[in-house]
């Protein structure tokens, strides 16, 4: 596959207006299809995220999408929203401001996202629309238009100029609901459509000829099958224009083409001699074990074919020899337990036998458990969200058989922590007069309390590498101080040259810690920072500081592997902003190195130093091509801010280096201060355009 891949997943489910109905499926649309199109053992894309956003933002993020394409590019737009039809019957997508009675200024046209696509010089675009349509408005909304209209017209063919485009609907009419003053229908059910496109992506399933790719058209035919079966009264539609397949994703359902077993093995398993067909058992029980998966399921048919047609003892032979590779679990149950509201255990199911039973596909008989195939087994991930105990199936298939594994355990509520009682001291006896009895009150019931959410842990090597940074940044510090008597000698003595690194790790240590940056902005930067600042330059002091970057950058790296939400990858560089970094970094390696030159010309003795200038300036501009085409898109962008910082680093402590002389006039020096002070500033933008 050429070209880049990239998903934009435009999620909207919160409303500012009350006659728009909240939607609880969208959010939880967003972050499965995300996750399961960013995981690169299934897909390779770009995923982008837009959730509960304005018109005008969603329908930027559109047109960048479109525009930034190139002809090899594969582009996949999401929509999870309320789909709305204006009196003059024109398809609009809710956003959050939207107003019903000012589709045309407050909601994001349909006719605007197909003139988008047909701006593009993507030649494959795949448009998935999931939008509610009815039960979509109040009595009082000031929107007339009734009846049916299908979805797809807003979507016409040709005009694209022989470039591939697919739009898949969940389902092509819209239908107005009301029921008084109420909502027809609150659309609070998950959605069937979304639930359908990630089962089929993740588990294979959606490979219908079993090639090892899940092409566009078998991903339509599955979603239609599995839509209509879970809810008959909601019929997927599509409209494709393409020439050729286009594949969207890997499976792992290959089929496994059965090798002939050799001749002579085929004539022994015939003979009429019985010691000879239990011979060729004997060798077709080894080839079974092969890990040629082929071989293994020849010899696996013709074991069959013996155990049911042969005689008894010469069929009980193969009936044995074949059961080695029947499909079996470590365990018949896996058992969570107690399991807190909020948490999301992971569990294994480990296959045992010869590589023929190992290789099989898993399916959960419940949305909230996932199911991952992981080597010679899966991963099951619990996603429940409902008190009491549970119970799910997990069925396992392979070309030799079939196995269930029970899932069962107990959602149960964080226990709040009791506190240690007091002493209480012995009350005195007082004679008080008998009370009056009262008449008997009901007591109000009590009030219990709400469970609150489960917090995400944080990961111990997240933990780690921001405590290695504050390590880092107190030890610079202490030497900086120490070695200085006075504040004159601070300056003169170069002290100062450390406290950028300082107020950078200081930085990067922290965004280790919050859950909104430590997934991708602390780690980035942290690496960036590294790469630059742990370049061998100034006294041995250092060195221990130097210890303590490179420690908390493989610990940050560990932490991102840990996280399966998102694979690191690379990526082509796109927009001015890509392009404006890439400019500041080369100008600033052309200062610094004439900067070398000049003090390599100024004393021989010098030329060291002069390596020295030369060594920053290739690792910045190395890591500034890496920043840029890091994806995510968001960790790239914060590993050129580390970058970056490393940069403003490096330039402060050569600046202390450089002789005092006439001769030697720093102007390289200028120039590689601007430049990444104006990559700093790039940096700055791009952040900003990325978090919208």
Request: aromatic share 6%; net charge negative; proline share 7%.
């Amino acid at each position: 596959m050429s070209g880049e891949r990239r998903a934009l997943i435009i999620a909207n489910g919160e409303y500012d207006n009350p006659g728009l109905s909240a939607l609880r499926s969208p959010a939880a649309d967003a972050e499965a299809l995300a996750e399961v199109l960013a995981d690169r053992t299934i897909s390779e894309f770009d995923v982008q995220v837009v959730r509960d956003e304005t018109a005008h933002v969603i329908a930027g993020r559109v047109e960048d999408l479109f525009a930034d394409s190139a002809p090899e590019d594969v582009l996949l737009v999401h929509f999870s929203c309320h789909g709305l039809k204006s009196e003059s019957g024109e398809l609009f997508f809710a956003a959050r401001n939207t107003r019903p009675e000012r589709l045309a200024s407050t909601a994001v046209p349909a006719d605007f996202v197909q003139r988008c696509m047909r701006m593009s010089r993507s030649r494959s675009i795949v448009l998935l629309l999931d939008c509610c349509y009815g039960g979509a408005f109040s009595q009082g909304v000031a929107v007339r238009a009734t009846g049916e209209a299908n979805v797809l017209d807003a979507f016409p063919a040709g005009g694209f100029g022989g470039r591939g485009r697919a739009v898949i609907t969940a389902s092509n009419s819209i239908e107005y609901a009301f029921e008084g003053d109420h909502l027809a229908d609150d659309h609070v059910r998950p959605s069937v459509f979304t639930s359908a496109l990630v089962d089929g992506l993740r588990t294979g399933d959606a490979d219908r000829d079993e090639d090892g790719w899940v092409a566009l058209g078998e991903l339509y035919d599955y979603l239609f099958d599995s839509v209509r079966e879970r809810n008959p009264n909601q019929t997927p539609s599509r409209d494709i224009e393409m020439q050729g397949e286009l594949y969207l994703a890997r499976s792992r359902r290959r089929r496994i083409k059965p090798s002939p077993v050799p001749a002579d093995l085929r004539a022994a398993s015939e003979d009429q001699n019985m010691f000879t067909r239990l011979g060729a058992v004997t060798e077709l029980q080894r080839r079974l074990a092969s890990d040629n998966l082929s071989v293994a399921i020849g010899a696996h048919e013709v074991l069959t074919t013996m155990a049911q047609t042969d005689i008894r003892h010469v069929a009980e032979a193969a009936d044995l020899a074949r059961r080695d590779a029947r499909v079996r679990a470590e365990s018949e149950v896996v058992r969570f337990g107690e399991v807190v509201r909020g948490s999301r255990p992971v569990a294994r199911i480990r296959l045992e036998g010869p590589p023929i039973a190992r290789a099989c596909r898993f399916a959960s008989s419940h949305s909230w458990l996932r199911v991952t195939e992981d080597g010679d087994g899966a991963e099951i991930v619990l996603d429940q969200a409902e008190f009491g105990a549970f119970e799910a199936r997990v069925t396992v298939t392979g070309p030799t058989g079939e196995v269930v594994v029970r899932v069962e355990g107990q959602v149960v509520q964080e226990p709040e922590p009791v506190p240690e009682p007091r002493p209480v001291p012995e009350p005195r006896p007082v004679h008080t007069p008998a009370p009056t009895p009262e008449p008997s009150r009901n007591p109000d019931p009590p009030v219990l309390p709400k469970p609150e959410p489960a917090r995400p842990k944080l990961d111990p090597f997240a933990v780690a590498g921001g405590l290695l940074a504050f390590t880092a940044a107190v030890y610079l510090v202490v030497i900086a101080f120490a070695l200085s008597s006075s504040v004159e000698d601070f300056f003169e003595d170069g002290g100062w040259t450390v406290l950028p690194l300082v107020l950078f790790a200081i930085g990067a240590g922290i965004a280790m810690f919050p859950p909104k940056t430590r997934r991708m902005a602390g780690p980035g930067t942290l690496c960036g920072l590294t790469l630059l600042s742990a370049i061998p330059s100034g006294p041995v002091l250092l060195v221990l500081a130097d210890g303590c970057l490179v420690a908390a950058a493989v610990c940050a790296l560990v932490s991102v592997r840990r996280d399966r939400s998102f694979r690191l990858g690379l990526g082509k560089p796109r927009g001015a902003l890509a392009g404006a970094a890439i400019a500041s970094a080369l100008l600033g390696a052309l200062g610094l190195v004439m900067e070398a030159v000049e003090i390599t010309g100024y004393s021989s003795s010098r030329a060291d130093e002069g390596a020295i200038y030369v060594m920053v300036s290739i690792i910045l501009l190395v890591g500034t091509m890496l920043g840029v085409l890091l994806r995510p898109a968001a960790f790239g962008i914060a590993f050129l801010g580390g970058v970056a910082g490393g940069g403003i680093v490096m330039v402060c402590m050569l600046f202390y280096a450089m002789p005092s002389s006439s001769s030697v006039t720093g102007a390289g020096w200028g120039i590689a201060l601007s430049m990444v002070l104006a990559l700093a500033v790039v940096t700055g933008f791009a952040a900003r355009k990325e978090n919208g």
